[in-house]
């Protein structure tokens, strides 16, 4: 007959396995502390829930929310805007690139923008970029003072 012979490791792993359960199972059923001990268990399960719930709900608002804008950018794309609207909307976007964005002119007609005065060569290219995105830009007149920023 043959015999099956386990590897000694497994074997050890099976017996580390049963201690640590054994330990566990004696920690939460112990008569002095355990009690206690499963409460505490209830409310870590019981928040880790309540916040996977929470952040799965802010997740799906905000997807359903950048979903409707998304639609509404896409819906409005082809308006004519205002030019003052515009001026204020890409106003608005150079003083995310600019340090110095209220020394930047901003002028618009027809959808064509406009944009004169000083600004530093690094900033140049994010403010351009920033420029064309705004809904209602047609076209950019760029007419800045580039020059390099005094260290």
Sequence with gaps: MFRVRRARSL?????VLAVLTGAALAILLGP????ARRAWI????????????????RTARDLSQRAAGRRHELEH?????????????V????GKRATHAAA???RASAGTVTISGPIA???VDGVLEIVSKVR??????VRLEVSDPLH
């Design 91 to 94: 106003r608005a976007q150079i």
């Design 42 to 57: 209830r409310q870590k399960a019981s928040s880790l829930a309540r916040s996977g719930r929470l952040r799965a709900e």
């Design 136 to 141: 209602g830009v047609k076209a950019i007149d």
């Design 121 to 123: 060569r690094a900033e």
């Design 32 to 35: 002095r502390r355990g009690t």
């Design 11 to 15: 074997d050890g792993l099976v017996l």
């Design 77 to 89: 794309a082809d308006e004519t805007v205002a030019d003052d609207v515009l001026v204020e909307r």
């Design 104 to 106: 930047i002119e901003v």
